[in-house]
């Protein structure tokens, strides 16, 4: 029931804008009509400041055409979408924010459990963009990534033509971003040695379930300390590389005994205290799941445990997740549920 509500929220959204969404963001048909040019407002930047770029739409054909303009930039609120680089061609680390969005609002990649109404607004208007004229727009990309890493960055935005739906690629312009500057505030306190910067809180949306029906608990990590940290995210909603790299998951039925491993779980590292693969947080990077975390914020994690362990057998089972810190070199412990298993 959940997940229908908050389908049916989002539909209200998306439709919100009734004739706009229609003609703007569903694409009308014919040649490519635009191009998408984009300058450096900032050059270099101090880590943790805005960078902003300039986007110039110019409509290149000899008809005027419908496009879609945000009353806030999120980066455009679907409009664009923008890739960011660093030197040895890794994505940079997205914000929470740029991990829901994937440089955009992109709907799809979300499980509804994890929308807000923050990720969710689609606030703008249609307008028409004369034969030969352009449209300008700024985009700060410290939004969507975490340029807290000095280095160089190339960034790119794309986005799709109203009338073909063929996707427009900008020129790539370079950023430098360097040192953050010396507050004039005070700090706030470093974390406590031996204090974890997360927690995990762990639920599940149906406790009591029958044997033929997938069991799957939600993770949220929160960042609790006073900085951001970087985390590995999921690539997929159901994402089973996070479970032998970040992720262990314990489970017990009513005498104690863990049950046996499923199919998944066979060929997947989820017990044991011995730490990740250290080069699996590199892989992230060079794949681009990672996100950074705020303090005060969170990221949500769906894991199917029926996939590791063998729960046809009815009767209760005791969950817990525990996933590991990088700074104190231990594995964080969720609180435990318990799923009872019906025939």
């Known amino acids: 029931m959940t997940r229908l509500i908050t389908l049916v929220y989002l539909a209200s959204i998306l439709t919100s804008s009734g004739i706009g ?31 902003l770029v300039n986007a110039v739409v110019t409509n290149t054909s000899d008809k005027d055409i419908s496009m879609w303009a945000s009353k806030t930039e999120v980066p455009a609120a679907g409009r664009f979408k923008a890739d960011v680089v660093d030197d040895e061609g890794r994505p940079a680390v997205e914000t929470r924010l740029g991990a829901y969005h994937d440089g955009h609002l992109d709907l799809r990649k979300l499980d509804p459990r994890d929308m807000d109404g923050s990720v969710l607004t689609v606030s703008g208007f249609c307008f028409t963009l004369r034969a030969g004229g352009s449209s300008k727009g700024v985009v700060d990309l410290s939004t969507l990534y975490s340029l807290d890493d000095p280095g160089r960055y190339t960034v790119v935005l794309t986005m799709v033509d109203p009338v073909s739906g063929a996707t427009v690629k900008s020129n790539p312009v370079t950023v430098t971003v360097g040192p953050a500057l010396k507050s004039r505030t005070p700090q706030a306190a470093e974390q406590p040695t031996g204090i974890h910067p997360f927690a995990l809180d762990l639920s599940a949306d149906e406790t009591t379930v029958k044997k033929t029906v997938p069991v799957d608990v939600l993770v949220v990590t929160k960042d609790v300390s006073a900085h951001k940290i970087t ?13 032998g790299s970040s992720f262990r998951v314990d489970v017990q039925d ?90």
């Open 21 to 51: 969404l229609a003609q703007c963001l569903i694409p009308s048909g014919g040649q490519t009509a635009t191009t998408l040019a984009i300058t450096a407002i900032t050059i270099t930047a101090p880590a943790g400041s805005p960078v």
């Open 254 to 343: 009513v005498e104690g005994n863990t049950p046996l491993d499923a199919a998944l779980g066979q060929s997947t590292n989820h017990l044991g205290e011995a730490p990740p693969e250290a080069a699996s947080m590199a892989a992230a990077r060079a794949a681009g799941t990672l996100v950074s975390l705020k303090p005060g914020q969170d990221w949500r994690n769906t894991i199917r445990v029926s996939d590791l362990y063998d729960l046809s057998k009815p009767g209760q089972y005791t969950i817990q997740v525990r996933r590991w810190d990088d700074e104190t070199k231990t594995w964080v412990k969720s609180n435990k549920i318990t799923v009872t298993v019906t025939p």
């Open 231 to 243: 985390i590995r995210r999921q690539a997929l909603s159901h994402d089973s590389a996070m479970l």
